[in-house]
């Protein structure tokens, strides 16, 4: 009898307790209101703007700023430093700005972001700032102002891009392959040669690198994740094919026996300790294996456009955006800033001073930056990032993102078969975009 | 004698005494489990203005509305131009009308108005509305709905109407409108309360029951392993001999470590190329290669095991400790002079009077045990195959990085009524063992 009384107490304050809740519910936005009908910008006033990035170990970012300032007096820039982990980045940024933060103006943004952060309202739409300041759209690779374009407004100005390519030992392979099949020839055939231990390598972790993997292999057999009317269209016989392929890879004894933990580092690290034939991976993997204090295999490192399958080759666009935070104080400052990173100056400097490949077209023909990264001279280079092809654009792309890297993973792992992976990521994509 | 105005008698002056803590638990305790509970009622993301706010009724988002609003009149009004035929022109001057008459419905309250004229004039000078209350304003049901269907079916007349032209300007330009109407509809928010729903959809959820069952697994095996050597650890450290307190500090080593950093030595220690611990265990034939641990489910969750044993047993070892040094040598001096081996001491002297000991060192395992989320997070990140994701994982991937706070509350919500079940357990365990005849 006792311990029912008990009972019953507990629930009622329970109840009250959720009653209580329900009633406050709504009141916690409301701190931040701030109508502040002072700051109607003026050129001549102070401003600083809060620029927020990932960890940039090359300084590139110091003397980006320093040229800004320097062309703009009134504003002083002041760098946030993000963790280098991009999930992580990206759980911090979404934490900021639903909680509607004005601290940070400008960030950089990874290509698979902007149609999230626009739908979910933390950028500001630069469509009125492009054509106020006659941005030509055009002289951008395509598909990076398409990552950073969302329901026909401009989000994000590319900064810079990135796209998957081929490495190989040039001591060891005559004739790169053109296509898949030949990869796995010559990797099987050629392991072992000058104490090569693997004949490929390749990122199949369960994580966001997997993801711009199977979307290479998918891309080069024909098939799609979503179409352009943002239809699911994954389950094809297309990219059964590819996820096959990647299965036949993956199983094979040419890869590392733990090729299911590869990400880029581990990628990075057993190329440059001269373990395998070949790899996959981003550019920056070209500067440095021919970094002869860290490499063993420095000077015998070429790359080349990624193996073919039925429908050609195709590489992951990656690279990073700049987005202005919607809640900013000094927007106006704050595109100055964009305009002046993402433009023809920034760029030049990302790329002489940080080594990452621009988004302008017309840069690969000046001669600076053709000296700052060996990949930059090359056309074939410059064909790969034209060609690139993004991940999904979609507002609830990292959701796609889980389910994908799920259903691959068990795909790799062998728990199910590639047509029950291409199968179950349509039904749990088409339930997702549903809801 | 003067009289006390105000007195309490010992009761209320009890209560009294205990109110601050009591509100404490409410505030600390009670509260966040009640708020997640009412999060998970609803279909609630921060990244879809949609649903980013928690709401009963019908709402408008007025920054989106009247931003819309103002492009709505003109772009109509250029349409009436372009159109050719009157029929399309008759159209459009019924969507005029229509929207027209909704809209001066909606701003008839003279407070809607107010707030739609500060809304206004904030957009002008391109400042977001940061303010709740002036960006969201609660509606009629039945108004939203109304307003919603006529909109969508204006949306619907202009798109016919578009693709019926042939002329691929006025194709785009009614197509833009369309679309400006369809982003209008959007703004008029319907109550995203969805009562159980979300309980319903993880109930079916293959995923949810294997995280929960990743995490009883990894509960049981680990707690049982650590609860195995944690007392011999114990009964080693309670014995005296030489450089014993060196041993009692250096047998806390693990337990001092910060669960991320273990878990990322363990990481590089598993790793199948260089990994020393899986060289040596497969060495020793004690996995089928070295590259199982982190490439495999099964081995996912040894390693994950193993690692957890190897930070929490000194935890359990320093419990069971505290619970031996409370039982008095005399015990064990009688048991001697009877003739007891050191077998019958220990199963009938040591065990017995450890026993409430070892329930309160597992009921703190056991819920620790049950969330763990750092170790898995950092050395697995849930992989592969998802086959080590426990549900505090899941719980943290829906609602961090996905942003649906809805559905991430509804898993906090279950692995708080576990752990609540959990603790129900052991408690009427403890309870009948430690509490009995004592509590009064």
């Known amino acids: 009898m006792k311990v029912k009384k008990k009972l019953f107490g507990g629930f009622w304050i329970l109840l009250l307790v959720v009653i209580l809740a329900a009633c406050s519910g709504d009141s916690e936005a409301d701190g931040n209101d701030k109508e502040s009908d002072d700051s109607d910008s003026n050129s001549d006033e102070q401003v600083t703007l809060t620029y927020a990035r990932g960890v940039d170990t090359t300084g590139a970012t110091e003397v980006l700023a320093e040229a800004f300032e320097k062309e703009h007096p009134n504003i002083k820039i002041e760098f946030q430093e993000m963790p280098s982990d991009s999930g992580e980045q990206h759980d911090q940024y979404v934490t900021a700005f639903s909680a509607k933060s004005a601290e940070i103006d400008v960030f950089d943004a990874d290509v698979i972001w902007p149609a999230e952060f626009a739908q979910a309202d933390y950028a500001l739409d630069l469509d009125r700032f492009i054509e106020a300041d006659d941005i030509d759209m055009d002289a951008y690779f395509e598909g990076t102002v398409k990552a950073g374009n969302f329901k026909g407004k401009q989000w994000a100005m590319p900064k810079f891009t990135d796209a998957g390519v081929l490495f190989y030992r040039t001591d060891i392979v005559d004739d790169p392959p053109e296509t898949w099949d030949e990869l796995i020839e010559q990797a099987d055939e050629l392991k072992g040669e000058k104490d090569t231990e693997f004949g490929y390598l390749m990122q199949a972790s369960q994580y966001e690198g997997l993801i711009t993997n199977a979307v290479e292999y998918i891309g080069a057999y024909g098939g799609a994740v979503l179409d352009e009317d943002e239809n699911v269209v994954v389950d094809s016989p297309e990219t059964v094919k590819a996820i096959e392929k990647m299965q036949e890879i993956v199983g094979s004894d040419f890869v590392p026996s733990n090729i299911l933990n590869f990400t880029e580092i581990e990628t990075e690290s057993a190329f440059i300790e001269g373990n395998a034939v070949f790899a996959r991976n981003w550019p920056y993997l070209q500067a440095s294996s021919n970094d002869e204090d860290k490499s063993k295999v420095a000077g015998n490192v070429g790359f080349t456009t990624l193996p073919a399958g039925d429908d050609g080759s195709a590489s992951a666009l990656g690279g990073w955006m700049s987005m202005i935070n919607r809640y900013s104080e000094h927007p106006e400052e704050a595109w100055e800033f964009v305009k002046f990173m993402t433009g023809p100056e920034g760029q030049k400097i990302t790329a002489v001073d940080g080594g990452s490949a621009p988004t302008l077209v017309d840069l690969y023909d000046d001669e600076e930056v053709q000296d700052a990264g060996v990949t930059f001279s090359e056309p074939d280079f410059v064909e790969v990032l034209e060609n690139a092809i993004p991940r999904p654009v979609s507002p609830i792309y990292p959701e796609i993102s889980d389910i994908m890297q799920i259903e691959l993973s068990k795909a790799l792992t062998g728990d199910i078969t590639a047509e029950e992976a291409a199968g179950n990521m349509q039904t749990k994509i088409e339930d997702a975009m549903e809801d | ?440």
Request: net charge negative; with cysteine; proline share 2%.
């Open chain 2, 1 to 440: 004698m003067k009289k006390r105005r105000f007195q309490l008698n010992e009761k209320q002056l009890g209560y009294a005494f205990v109110l601050p803590s009591l509100l404490l638990v409410f505030v600390v305790i009670l509260w966040p489990v009640a708020q997640s509970f009412w999060n998970s009622m609803f279909d609630y993301r921060l990244n879809d203005p949609t649903r980013s706010e928690k709401m009963m009724d019908a709402n408008i988002d007025l920054e989106t509305y009247v931003d819309n609003y103002f492009f709505i009149e003109s772009q109509l009004d250029a349409l009436a131009d372009t159109a050719v035929g009157d029929q399309d022109k008759q159209t459009i001057h019924e969507i005029e009308d229509g929207i027209e008459k909704h809209h001066s419905e909606l701003i008839s309250d003279k407070q809607v108005k107010e707030k739609v004229d500060k809304v206004d004039k904030l957009l002008m000078r391109y400042k977001p509305v940061n303010n709740t209350d002036l960006k969201y304003q609660k509606v009629d049901n039945d108004f939203a709905a109304d307003y919603r269907k006529a909109l969508s079916s204006y949306e619907q007349d202009l798109v016919a109407i578009a693709e019926s032209s042939g002329d691929k300007d006025a194709q785009a330009d009614f197509q833009q409108t369309a679309d400006l109407l369809g982003s209008t509809n959007e703004a008029i928010l319907k109550s995203n309360f969805i009562g159980f729903d979300n309980y319903k959809k993880y109930f079916k959820d293959k995923r949810m029951w294997q995280s929960l069952g990743n995490t009883t697994f990894f509960t049981v095996i680990s707690v049982f392993f650590e609860l195995v050597l944690g007392l011999l650890v114990a009964l080693l450290i309670n014995r005296t001999f030489k450089g014993r307190g060196l041993i009692r500090a250096s047998v806390l080593i693990p337990w001092a470590v910060p669960t991320a950093v273990a878990a990322m030595m363990w990481g590089f220690l598993y790793d199948g190329q260089s990994g020393i611990v899986a060289h040596y265990l497969d060495v020793l034939k004690i996995i089928p290669g070295s590259s199982w641990l982190l490439s495999t489910g099964d081995g996912g969750l040894f390693s994950i095991i193993l690692a957890d044993v190897w930070k929490t047993t000194p935890y359990m070892a320093l419990l069971i400790l505290a619970g031996l040094q409370t039982i008095p040598g005399s015990l064990y001096e009688a048991s001697d002079v009877d003739g007891a081996n050191k077998f019958q001491q220990f199963f009938n002297i040591t065990l017995p009077l450890l026993k409430s000991s070892i329930l309160v060192a597992l009921l703190f395992r056991t819920l620790d045990a049950f969330r763990v989320f750092d170790l898995i997070y950092v050395l697995t990140g849930g992989g592969p195959a998802n086959s080590t994701e426990s549900i505090s994982v899941y719980a943290y991937k829906t609602m961090f990085a996905q942003q649906n706070f809805g559905e991430g509350s509804t898993l906090s919500v279950i692995v708080f009524l576990c752990v609540a079940l959990i603790s129900f357990i052991y408690v009427k365990l403890i309870g009948s063992e430690l509490f009995a005849g004592r509590t009064k």
